[in-house]
């Protein structure tokens, strides 16, 4: 038996909903009232954005679940929360439909189209289906962010949103280009599938950029000595670089919120830009000016003047003397 079934039995048990004989409960709308308010349901007077009513329907259904209640009863169930200017609209749009004998024919499922379309008019629902088709991460979003973005527009178009495997895909292709050309010859069942495989390529990917840029963490590791020497050894390879010293009595820039480092002007982590010669494409250990530089040094060595060794003969002495 599952979880909701257990529940539903053991509400239906401590409620008197069922007799010694285990028939079903009585089909009375006042019966279910009861039993409704009993859940505490809350009250529905206007919604500042489509989600509030996207969450209420949802808190009803989920009471609706654990009831066990019937879809003839839902609808009146549900209706009998509305205060304010929205129970002024209910009360106007059924008298109109012909009262309560067209409410007892209104289902659930038609209830809740009625309700979105109240609250999610077609110009907003013909907006939210091209950005849907269209949308994209951002710069700034993790692909964790991005998912939930992607499934609060995908909730609110619910079939038209497509099944879980035409969700996964618009999803993938709405990654940026860097993650997506990872994940280009895999397919996914569903979202959820797509953003941990998204996820965990963003994860590799920061590491391995830290790795890059903090070698004296990789390479000496062996004592509080050697780490000096490895720091000492980056801050002399990067003397020309962002990573400058400021006047000898300490650092004259403050500490970096991107790289933790104390350079002037802008991080070239940030910006994805050498951090030897400012350019982009490369990072500093493939930059070209180290072999400038190392090429350029052993040029201007000039030989040194060799001896001149000079042989003085005894009869060139005595004429000179």
């Known amino acids: 038996m599952s979880y909701t ?45 489509l989600v509030d009513a996207e969450n209420w329907i949802s808190h009803m259904e989920k009471i ?42 209104v289902t659930w499922a038609d209830f809740k189209k009625l309700f979105f379309l109240q609250f999610f008019p077609r110009a907003e629902q013909e907006r939210l289906k091209r950005e849907y088709h269209f949308i994209r991460q951002t710069n700034t979003e993790t692909s964790t962010e991005f998912m939930q973005r992607f499934l609060r527009v995908a909730g609110f178009l619910r079939a038209a949103a497509g099944t879980e495997e035409e969700q996964a895909k618009n999803f993938q292709w709405g990654l940026r280009r860097s993650t997506l050309n990872h994940l280009m010859c895999m397919s996914y069942m569903d979202v959820a599938q797509v953003a941990n495989a998204a996820r965990n390529y963003e994860i590799l990917n920061e590491r391995d950029d830290d790795d890059t840029e903090r070698p004296d963490k990789r390479n000496f590791g062996y004592g509080r000595d050697q780490r000096n020497i490895g720091q000492q050894s980056n801050r002399s390879a990067n003397s020309g670089s962002q990573q400058s010293r400021g006047p000898s009595e300490g650092y004259s820039y403050p500490v970096c919120t991107t790289c933790g480092r104390r350079h002037p002007g ?7 830009t050498c951090f030897k010669c400012g350019q982009a494409g490369h990072l500093q250990k493939d930059c070209k000016k180290n072999t400038t530089a ?11 003047a060799s001896g001149r060794v000079f042989a003085i003969t005894e009869d060139h002495a005595a004429k000179t003397s």
């Open 5 to 49: 079934a257990e529940i539903r039995k053991e509400f239906r048990t401590s409620s008197g909903l069922s007799d010694a004989g285990g028939n079903p409960p009585p089909v009375t709308i006042h019966t279910w009232l009861e039993r409704f308010n009993k859940q505490k349901p809350h009250s529905f007077e206007k919604a500042t954005a």
């Open 64 to 105: 609706f679940d654990v009831m066990g209640c019937e879809d003839a009863f839902k609808t009146r169930l549900v209706v009998y929360k509305f205060e304010g200017n929205e129970l002024a609209w209910w009360k106007a749009y059924k008298q109109a439909k012909g009262g309560d004998a067209w409410l007892i024919m």
């Open 266 to 272: 802008e991080c070239r982590r940030a910006a994805g």
């Open 294 to 304: 190392s090429t350029s040094g052993q040029a201007d060595k000039k030989p040194g």
